[in-house]
């Protein structure tokens, strides 16, 4: 059973910790457990219903009302609300339900209802990305198993490798080649899979290596294919990786060639001393720099 603090609630819900104290006493809403020191802390079962308070009190809906409404009734007004609402808050609140459930069903039908209402690249940028941020919370305070991140990012890898396989393989005559891949050690796919997906959707071809690839398979593969650009994701979470000496040593092996390293860390490369490195802090980086290519 995973357990969350008053300010994971706040970080996942959007709402205040103490606006949540106040409902707790006001309405009891929610009801807190306590640890044998008197620590209170939240079960999956509070994290949900404030979820669900949460999207219907986005919805204009006041708090006064929704505490008076059974579990029942609860869910009817949720499904209701999510039927007829198209508001990403909402969308990405139950995703982390179905998360939690492993609702497989439930989970790829609100994916495929976004991308028919907003396309695939919106989906991607503003559900999935700040889906997978919460998701990330969730992580890194050890309230979601493995098996559940795992299940989540299975899905979206597979939404977005299908979304690539069905652009055509007509490339631009002037377009550009890209190499793509994750350093040694590092697994989280999605970004890199995504890039593949705007720059072939731009076009322009890819030599993609995917995860975890040696340092010595990129300079033998550097120095046999031709290409223009290496394009590296890295989440900079590796425990003695040091993310800046491996670019500065890959600008130094590839002076030629320009080298995208998307990572939202700061202070990656301090002073470059290889010109050849552009850090892309979003994605949407990459998109400006895809459509400015000559």
């Not at 670019?247 to 080298?259: H, N, Q, S, T």
């Not at 390293?261 to 895809?290: A, M």
Request: net charge negative; glycine share 4%; aromatic share 10%.
């Amino acid at each position: 059973m995973a357990v969350y603090s008053i300010k994971e609630l706040e970080k996942l819900s959007g709402i205040k910790a103490h606006t949540i104290r106040i409902w707790e006493k006001r309405y009891d809403l929610i009801e807190p457990h306590r640890t044998n020191t008197n620590i209170r802390y939240y079960t999956d079962s509070e994290l949900k219903k404030i979820l669900n308070v949460a999207v219907l009190n986005r919805h204009g809906i006041k708090i006064s009302s929704i505490a008076r409404l059974s579990d029942l009734e609860l869910r009817e007004e949720i499904l209701r609300v999510s039927t007829t609402s198209y508001s990403n808050d909402t969308l990405i609140d139950s995703m982390v339900l179905s998360m939690i459930d492993l609702d497989e069903y439930k989970l790829e039908a609100m994916i495929d209802k976004s991308i028919n209402k907003i396309g695939f690249k919106s989906t991607v940028t503003d559900v999935l990305y700040p889906f997978l941020e919460k998701v990330g919370i969730l992580w890194q305070s050890e309230d979601v198993y493995p098996a559940q991140e795992h299940f989540v990012s299975f899905l979206i890898r597979q939404k977005i490798i299908g979304a690539t396989d069905r652009i055509s393989n007509t490339f631009n005559q002037n377009g550009k080649k890209f190499l793509l891949l994750l350093p040694e050690g590092e697994w989280h796919e999605i970004s890199l899979l995504f890039s593949q997906y705007l720059i072939r959707e731009a076009n322009h071809e890819v030599i993609y290596l995917g995860q975890s690839v040696p340092y010595s398979d990129v300079l033998a593969i550097g120095a046999s294919k031709r290409f223009d650009f290496i394009l590296i994701s890295s989440t900079n979470s590796q425990t003695g990786f040091d993310l800046g000496l491996y670019l500065e040593d890959l600008g130094v092996a590839f002076p030629d060639k320009k080298i995208l390293y998307c990572t939202s860390y700061k202070g990656v490369l301090r002073e470059p001393s290889s010109r050849n490195l552009i850090h892309l802090k979003q994605i949407e980086d990459l998109s400006t720099f895809i459509q400015n290519i000559t």
